[in-house]
Each structure stands twice: as structure tokens, then as C-alpha cells.
């Protein structure tokens, strides 16, 4: 049996962008030598800065651009440009619902929807208002709160101008 070795860990290969025509120094372990994001991407979009090392992510990317929904409901007229994103969106008319809670017996058609669902078992709170101490567990409800506070600002604005 064939022992697989290692190079040593400061050992540098080349690799190459097919998109850019780049090229660049990246040690043994992924890392890139230089500081950008993009640096150990090797497939670029062409239309933008959009870059990933899975050139399927590329090509599903590139959807976005040309606005081609290639998967398309059976049921309705919603089309998509992700298999995944149809499957759960047929789930809504057949009503399965594959996504359950290890909590409680809440069950989801959309993986989100759990997602948003386990939150309330576990507290969390990832969005934040960028004007006070407000948290909250979805998303939507951070955009109401934000959407206060923007209109207080607007009629202060208001009352400043009349004022003057």
C-alpha cells in the first residue's frame, strides 16, 4: 500500500484563473499569499466581480444575468433558476412538508421556515436595528421596526424645515 505524502506546509503551488487568466501563489493549504477574497476563487463571472471554486455556483450565478428560470412549477407560473428552490416551491401545492422541528411537532415546506421556526426555541436574535438596542428573530420584523424610526426621522426633518 501507497502511503500518501505531504508536501511541507510553506511548499507554493501556481494555479490558474480560466476566467481571468490569472495567476496565482497559494501555499499548500488553500490559503492564498495575498489579503483580497477573490484570491483563491478560480472561476470569475465575466458580467462581474462574482467569483467561486464551484464552477457549477458559477454557471447557476450567471442565470442572474442572462434572467433565464430554466426549473418551472408544473403547477403555477412561478420559475426559478435553482432545482432546490423548485422542489420546495411544489412542496406548497402538494402540500408535503419535509422540514420538521426537533422540538415540537411544527413541520415545513421550506427549509427557511424551519429555520425561522427553531429560533424560537433557541432564542436567537440575529438582526439588529442600526438605531437602537432592537433585536429580533426575523427579518421582516426588523424591516417594520427600521421602517419607524425612518419615518421619526422624516418628521423631524419636517418640523426642522417649517421651522425655518
Known amino acids: 500500500m501507497m502511503s500518501k505524502m505531504r508536501p511541507p506546509q510553506q ?14 501563489s497559494q501555499d499548500y493549504q488553500g490559503s492564498n499569499s495575498t489579503t483580497t477574497a477573490t484570491a483563491t476563487k478560480t472561476h470569475q463571472c465575466p458580467t462581474c466581480s462574482y467569483c467561486t471554486t464551484d464552477s ?27 432545482k432546490d428552490l423548485l422542489k420546495e416551491h411544489v412542496n406548497i401545492h402538494t402540500g408535503e412538508k419535509p422540514y420538521s422541528c426537533p422540538h415540537c411537532p411544527y413541520t415545513a415546506s421550506h427549509r427557511n421556515y424551519l429555520k425561522d421556526h427553531l429560533r424560537r426555541h433557541t432564542g436567537d436574535k440575529p438582526y439588529n436595528c442600526p438605531y437602537c438596542s432592537y433585536r429580533t428573530s426575523h427579518k421582516s420584523s426588523l424591516n417594520s421596526h427600521v421602517w ?14 417649517q421651522q425655518q
Open 11 to 24: 511548499m507554493e503551488r501556481q494555479t490558474f484563473n480560466q476566467w481571468t487568466g490569472d495567476r496565482r
Open 56 to 82: 457549477n455556483k458559477l454557471k447557476r450565478h450567471f442565470l442572474r444575468h442572462t434572467g433565464e428560470k430554466p426549473y418551472a412549477c408544473h403547477y403555477c407560473s412561478y420559475s426559478t433558476t435553482r
Open 148 to 161: 419607524t424610526h425612518q419615518q421619526h426621522q422624516q418628521q423631524q426633518q419636517q418640523q426642522q424645515q
